[in-house]
């Protein structure tokens, strides 16, 4: 049952939130110190063999949390949220990186990307069934948006809905989905009316990815992991009342998406985490790189970056100028894919090719993985091109090319 009784005041929540996961931690922490054979860091959810096991542990600690009340502090009470801020969610996700709860990643595109667009436009009856089983992990969500012709120009999506009585039928083929093959529920965006201009003639269905006609096939990375997938939508029934938001208003739900989807990235529950930062401190105090005047310049390039990109983060948590609002999530996910450059950079030049040649040594080819994650986070969620072009027409006003 939720608990509505936690205090609003920042100070007075973290302690409410420290006695609540404290409560939770024996059943959903690992007991003792950490394997030391396990030092792994990832900048890229890999979800490997026998993942089964670890995400189902991570549908119930979601749903723990929220019958605790935490899991969505800054949602509304109607559907288990305290009604609070996103500075409040902040403080969720550091308690539970500190006292080294397992990662959440499999929700990520269910929490950070679906949830958004059916709060903001889905019609109340799909807003109560689909947040609440979202935000308690009884559901897990993926996005439905990229095509094999379509990526960057999104608005040119072909795979197309057709009106059958009080159903749409929709075929087509999406490309690079994240978590699919974990997935209930899917926020696809299609082609409801091919005559109109291409933005227009776009709708947002959620999608049930357990119908007739859903066939999910795992992509394999360059990591190792296989966390994408190609969707193919071979005459899928949706009923008319899973449509998110207007006919023909496909586009603006899809920007309330991939604006929380970049926003979200650059924050707590981003690649970045506290944790990844304690180990490059570690990793730099250990080979006693800050001793290096070569090495130093690095640090502090590093160092800067992160700063800029947290002092950016704590800004969108509430002051952004109306004019750059529109832009914020493109801002942020530069600023964090600058930033994990820069980590990059750092890993590379203090652990030579300890990075590329596994020596047994711990905490050094661990860095691997991590690093060759780093240029899908220029990709993911709209490349780098696309966000300076949203920076630059949108927030600057700069005429197109
Ligand atoms: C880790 C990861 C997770 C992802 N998860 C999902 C997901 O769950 N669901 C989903 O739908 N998609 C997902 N994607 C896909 C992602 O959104 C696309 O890869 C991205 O939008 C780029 O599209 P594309 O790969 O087709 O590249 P393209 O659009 O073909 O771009 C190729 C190159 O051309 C450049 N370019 C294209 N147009 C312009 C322009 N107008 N101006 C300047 N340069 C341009 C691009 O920047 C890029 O360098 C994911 C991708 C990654 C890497």
């Not at 801020?85 to 969720?92: E, L, S």
């Not at 499999?106 to 689909?130: M, T, W």
């Not at 640090?299 to 704590?314: D, L």
């Amino acid at each position: 049952m939720t608990t509505l009784s936690a205090p609003s005041d920042l100070a007075a929540f973290a302690e409410y939130v420290r006695e609540q996961l404290g409560r939770l931690a024996p059943t959903f922490v690992p007991e003792g110190a950490a394997d030391p054979n396990d030092d792994r860091i990832a900048s890229v959810e890999e979800l490997r063999e026998g993942h089964e096991e670890e995400v189902a542990q991570v549908r119930s600690l979601q749903a723990a949390l929220f019958d605790a009340g935490i899991a969505w502090p800054s949602g509304p009470v109607e559907f288990g949220g305290l009604g609070l801020t996103a500075a409040h969610d902040a403080v969720v996700e550091a308690g539970l990186s500190d006292l080294g709860f397992p990662a959440r990643d499999a929700l990520f595109v269910g929490l950070n990307i679906v949830a958004p667009a059916i709060r903001h436009h889905a019609q109340s009856q799909i807003r109560a069934d689909e947040l609440t089983a979202l935000y308690r992990g009884d559901k897990i969500g993926c996005q439905l948006f990229s095509e094999p012709g379509s990526g960057s120009d999104l608005a040119s999506v072909s795979t197309k809905a057709v009106r059958d009585g009080d159903d749409w039928v929709i075929t087509g083929q999406k490309v690079w989905t994240s978590m699919g093959h974990l997935a209930d529920v899917g926020e696809a965006l299609v082609r409801t009316d091919p005559t109109v201009s291409k933005h227009a003639g776009l709708s947002m269905f959620l999608v049930d990815m357990h119908a007739p006609g859903v066939t999910v096939r795992p992509i394999r990375q360059m990591t190792g992991g296989a966390a994408f997938n190609e969707v193919f939508l071979d005459g899928v029934r949706v009923p008319d009342s899973h449509r998110i938001g207007e006919l023909g208003e496909g586009w603006r739900v899809a920007n309330t998406s991939l604006g929380s989807e970049r926003s979200t990235m650059s924050g707590a529950s981003g690649p970045l985490t506290p944790y990844v930062l304690e180990r490059l401190s570690v990793l730099v105090r250990r080979l006693e790189a800050d001793a290096d005047p070569v090495h130093q310049a690095q640090i502090a390039r590093t160092v800067a970056a992160v700063a800029a990109m947290r002092a950016a983060a704590g800004l969108s948590a509430g002051s952004w100028s109306h004019q750059l609002e529109p832009v914020a999530g493109s801002v942020l996910k530069m600023l964090m894919v600058r930033a994990l450059d820069e980590i990059v950079r750092l890993v590379q030049a203090v652990l030579g090719e300890r990075l590329g040649i596994d020596h047994g040594e711990p905490d050094t080819f661990a860095w691997a993985e991590f690093v060759l994650g780093v240029p899908a986070l220029h990709l993911a969620g709209g490349t780098d091109e696309i966000q300076r072009n949203v920076i630059a027409q949108r927030g600057l006003g700069l005429p197109r090319p």
